[in-house]
C-alpha cells in the first residue's frame, strides 16, 4: 500500500466504540483496515501512530471560505483543525449565480463577510462556473480543502427581483426556480437562505415553498438562517419545520441556537419541535458552533426596510438624519427584524473586523464603549462606522447561553459548523477552533459528548446530508479524507484575544490520501475539488 497507519485508534465516525488496528491507504482510497491481532499490513510508507486517534475528516457544514480557499493556498484556519470539507454559499448570499449587476451589489452587500473581493478575478458567473474555479484555482493545483456550495437564496432573488421589499411577479419566481435548478443540476447539494439578510427576507413561505420543491426534486436540502434567533426564534423554526413537511425538501437549520436573554434555558422547547418533527417523518438536521457570542456584519442588526433597494439605498438611508433616526428608533426602542426583534444593546455589539484602514482603532472594543470614547451616544458611532466602512464593519454579538449550547450539540441530528468568517483583523475564534474545540473542550473536559459520539458529529452526520456515499466513516472503499490527533491534548488554540492561533493535538491531516498536514505543519499539497450534488437515482 501506498500508506500504512499502524496501530492506530480508530473512532471510524460510526459512533460505535473505538478500536486499535493497522489502516491503509492507495490512490487516495482506505485499502485496508485489520484490526489490532489481524495479520498486520505493509506499505511503501509506515507511520507510527501509536497514542493517536484516526478519524474521517470533519465536515465544516457552515463555512464563509468562498473567496479565502481562491486567495490563500494555505487556508490554515480550516486544514489545521482537520476540516476537509467546507459547505459555501451560506446564509442566502454568496458569488452565484449572478450576472454583472448582482456581481457588484452581493460583492458590496457580503464585504463584511469576505472583503470586498478586489483582489480576485471573477471569471465566472454561474454555480458550475464557480465549482470549476476552485478545481482550476493556484494553476490548476486546485485548493487547500475540498468545498461543497449551497444555490443563495438571496443571491438569486437579487438576481430576479432586486432589491425590492414585494412579492415577485409570476415571471420572477419562474426565473429564480430555473436559477435554483440550473444551480443544483451544475453540482449545488441543495439551497441555503438568509432571512434575516436582505433582500433574502422580502421572500414570503409561498416563494420560499416553491423553490424548496425544487430543491426537493433534485435530492438537495435547505439550509435557512431562518428568520429569527432572538424574540421570535421557535416560530422562526417552526416555519422551517413546516416549510420541509409541506413541501417534502430536506431541511437542515444553520447555527442553529436560542439566543438574547429571552431564550436563556429555551434549548428544550426547539428540541422538542425537532423530535416531533422526525418522528413525522420530516428530514431534519442542524449544525451548531461550541461557543455563546455569534458574529455577523453590523449592517445586519438594520430593519429591513432600510436595506430595500441594495447596499447603496442603505448608505443614502444612513446619511440622511431623518431616515438615520428612523432607524435608531427600530433598533433601540423596538427591536428591528434585523436584530430578531430585541432591542439592541451596544454592550454586547463588538467590533471585529473593518474594511478600511483607518477605522482599524475601533476593532475589540463594544460599540458603546467605542461611543463613550468619542462622547457620543452609541447610534451615532455605529452609524459612522457603516458609512465610513461602506457597510463593510463586522461584528461579535455576545448574546448566547452556554445551557442552550450544550444542549443543542447532544441532538441526535446535530453536526458541526464554524460559521467561520474569515475577514478582520479580530474574526471570531471559531473560524480557527470550531473542530478542535468540540474534541477537547466539550469532549475531554466537560463530557458533555464521548469522544465517539463526538466524531460522528463532525464526519458521518453530515456526509449523510450531503449525500455522500464514500465519505464521513473509516471504511475500506471510502475516500482517504482523514484526520490524526491526540485525544489527550487536542484543543483550540484561538481564542477571543488571539482569534488567528492554530490548534494543537493535530499533527496529520489528509486529503485524497494525500498529507496537507504533516508534523503539525502545513504542506504545500493542494489536494481540494469541488465535491458535487450525487444524482438522485
Known amino acids: 500500500m501506498d500508506l500504512v497507519i499502524r496501530g492506530v485508534r480508530v473512532v471510524d465516525g460510526s459512533g460505535g466504540a473505538s478500536y486499535r488496528a493497522d489502516v491503509g491507504v492507495t490512490g487516495g482510497r482506505i485499502t485496508g483496515v485489520r484490526r489490532e491481532g489481524d495479520p498486520a499490513l505493509s506499505g511503501s510508507r509506515v507511520l507510527d501512530a501509536h497514542g493517536l486517534a484516526l478519524s474521517p475528516g470533519f465536515i465544516d457544514m457552515h463555512a464563509h471560505s468562498d473567496l479565502a480557499l481562491l486567495r490563500d493556498p494555505a487556508h490554515e484556519a480550516k486544514a489545521a483543525q482537520g476540516v476537509t470539507l467546507e459547505v459555501l454559499g451560506q446564509d442566502g448570499l454568496s458569488y452565484a449565480p449572478v450576472d454583472d449587476r448582482t456581481l457588484g451589489e452581493v ?3 457580503v464585504a463584511g463577510w469576505n472583503g470586498d473581493g478586489s483582489d480576485v478575478d471573477f471569471d465566472w458567473r454561474g454555480v458550475g462556473g464557480y ?4 478545481d482550476r484555482n493556484f494553476g490548476g493545483r486546485g485548493i487547500a480543502v475540498n468545498a461543497a456550495y449551497l444555490v443563495p437564496q438571496g443571491t438569486v432573488r437579487m438576481y430576479a427581483v432586486g432589491w425590492d421589499d414585494r412579492p415577485a411577479t409570476a415571471a420572477e419566481l419562474a426565473l429564480m426556480r430555473r436559477l435554483v435548478a440550473e444551480g443544483l443540476e451544475q453540482g449545488a447539494v441543495g439551497m441555503s437562505s438568509g432571512l434575516t439578510y436582505t433582500p433574502g427576507m422580502y421572500a414570503s413561505g409561498s416563494e420560499l415553498a416553491e423553490l424548496c420543491r425544487v430543491v426537493a426534486r433534485y435530492g438537495g436540502y435547505h439550509c435557512p438562517h431562518h428568520r429569527s434567533y432572538g424574540a421570535g426564534a421557535l416560530a422562526a423554526y417552526e416555519e422551517m419545520v413546516g416549510l420541509a413537511r409541506e413541501t417534502g425538501c430536506a431541511l437542515h437549520l444553520a447555527h ?6 429571552v431564550n436563556r434555558g429555551r434549548a428544550p422547547e426547539l428540541l422538542a419541535l425537532l423530535d416531533t418533527a422526525l418522528a413525522e417523518g420530516v428530514d431534519v438536521s442542524l449544525d451548531s458552533y461550541p461557543y455563546t457570542p455569534g458574529c455577523t456584519t453590523l449592517v445586519a442588526l438594520l430593519p429591513s426596510w432600510a436595506g430595500e433597494g441594495g447596499p447603496e439605498a442603505v448608505l443614502a438611508r444612513l446619511r440622511d438624519e431623518r431616515t438615520a433616526e428612523r432607524i435608531r428608533h427600530h433598533l433601540e426602542e423596538v427591536g428591528s427584524d434585523g436584530c430578531h426583534g430585541v432591542p439592541v444593546d451596544w454592550d454586547t455589539v463588538e467590533i471585529s473586523g473593518v ?3 483607518r477605522l482599524a482603532c475601533h476593532v475589540g472594543r463594544t460599540v458603546r464603549r467605542t461611543a463613550a470614547l468619542r462622547g457620543e451616544p452609541p447610534w451615532a458611532t455605529a452609524r459612522r462606522l457603516l458609512i465610513e466602512d461602506r457597510l463593510g464593519t463586522t461584528v461579535l454579538q455576545h448574546v448566547g447561553h452556554e445551557e442552550n449550547v450544550r444542549a443543542i450539540m447532544r441532538h441526535r441530528a446535530h453536526t458541526g459548523g464554524s460559521d467561520g468568517i474569515l475577514q478582520g483583523a479580530k474574526p471570531h475564534p471559531r473560524a480557527y477552533g470550531t473542530f478542535p474545540h468540540y474534541l477537547g473542550r466539550y469532549t475531554r473536559e466537560l463530557g458533555v459528548l464521548t469522544l465517539e459520539e463526538a466524531v460522528a458529529h463532525l464526519t458521518s452526520r453530515p456526509a449523510a446530508r450531503l449525500r455522500l456515499p464514500d465519505r464521513g466513516l473509516v471504511r475500506e472503499g471510502y475516500r482517504a479524507d482523514l484526520v490524526l490527533f491526540d485525544p489527550d491534548t487536542v484543543a483550540a488554540g484561538a481564542t477571543f484575544d488571539a482569534p488567528r492561533t492554530l490548534p494543537t493535538g493535530i499533527p496529520y491531516v489528509l486529503i485524497d490520501g494525500r498529507f496537507v498536514m504533516a508534523d503539525g505543519r502545513r504542506t504545500d499539497v ?11 437515482t
Open 526 to 536: 493542494l489536494a481540494g475539488r469541488s465535491v458535487r450534488r450525487t444524482p438522485v
Open 256 to 261: 442553529a441556537t436560542m439566543n438574547f436573554g
Open 131 to 134: 465549482l470549476d474555479r476552485l
Open 107 to 109: 460583492r458590496t452587500a
Open 355 to 357: 474594511g478600511h484602514p
